[in-house]
């Protein structure tokens, strides 16, 4: 159970939540895939790559050399592609695609950390062109992403102007937290993987939800407490008169974020050549 409702005289507070695996049942960019192929953005090769990558991530996730490759290979992949394009496409199929992945276990873990008075940020290696919209359905008060950079054409240019990964998470945390007045001894973190062992470190309250291998045994070394959320859940069976929630997302870092079919390549070529060696 959640500590009790915040006294306004005393420092603020929030709960970081990784997004893939964490709030929500798949890869976040992965699951926009067959949406950007019928979009002209990628071609069916890379749809069906996707799926497979889809599989691998859901059974095991990427370990850091993986996350590098995706890093590169989405950089080179979304060159060139219209980001209003893409935010079209994310909003047009946002509610279809992403409604009916949420985990039921973390979607009453935001609702109670906003009873409590606390601030609720996303902070995810994806983008914010599939983040922010995510973190907007979900009442979220904040999102941390991937950022990449715009040329003047409204194109991505393939340049990663930052990126959300590892200690950078922990970084943005730390620069919330002095922005926002945030006690980080006070505030909960939760993550599926141990690639966000920084970020989990920074708070005073960390969780492994659905931990890889690796968190599972940092966290029974540290004694985190482990959850396991499994039950997906529609929000319009949460709130029978759900549209959108109330609470606008507010971008702490813009990104990207689209490129799905990115991991996928990345995670079959790695596959492939371990396979063959």
């Given at each position: 159970m959640?500590?009790?409702?915040e006294n306004h005289l005393s420092p603020r507070t929030a709960a970081f939540f990784d997004?893939?695996?964490?709030?929500?049942?798949?890869?976040?960019?992965?699951?926009?895939?067959?949406?950007?192929?019928?979009?002209g953005l990628i071609n069916r090769r890379a749809v069906l790559r996707t799926a497979y990558s889809q599989f691998v991530f859901l059974a095991g996730g990427a370990d850091h050399d993986q996350m590098e490759r995706m890093r590169k290979y989405l950089s080179a992949l979304c060159r060139g592609w219209?980001?209003?394009?893409?935010?079209?496409i994310v909003a047009e199929t946002l509610h279809d695609l992403i409604d009916p992945i949420i985990y039921d276990e973390a979607a009453t873990l935001i609702e109670e950390h906003h009873t409590a008075g606390r601030d609720v940020?996303?902070?995810?290696?994806?983008?914010a062109e599939v983040v922010e919209p995510i973190g907007e359905l979900l009442g979220a008060d904040r999102v941390v992403?991937?950022?990449m950079v715009v040329g003047d054409d409204g194109c991505f240019t393939g340049e990663v102007e930052y990126y959300a990964y590892g200690p950078t998470k922990a970084e943005a945390v730390r620069e919330l937290a002095a922005s926002e007045g945030y006690d980080l001894s006070r505030c909960y973190a939760y993550s599926d993987s141990v690639t966000d062992t920084p970020m989990l470190e920074a708070v005073g309250h960390p969780h492994a939800v659905n931990p890889d291998r690796a968190l599972r045994r940092e966290a029974l070394a540290r004694e985190w407490p482990i959850l396991d959320f499994h039950r997906p859940v529609r929000l319009k069976q949460r709130f029978p008169a759900f549209s959108v929630p109330p609470r606008p997302a507010l971008v702490a870092a813009a990104a990207i974020g689209a490129a799905a079919a990115t991991a996928g390549l990345v995670w079959y070529a790695s596959r492939r050549r371990s396979t063959v060696a």
């Open positions: 959640l500590k009790g409702v997004l893939d695996k964490t709030v929500i049942a798949k890869s976040s960019t992965l699951t926009f895939s067959k949406s950007f192929y019928q979009g219209n980001v209003e394009q893409v935010k079209e940020v996303i902070v995810s290696t994806s983008g992403a991937t950022r």
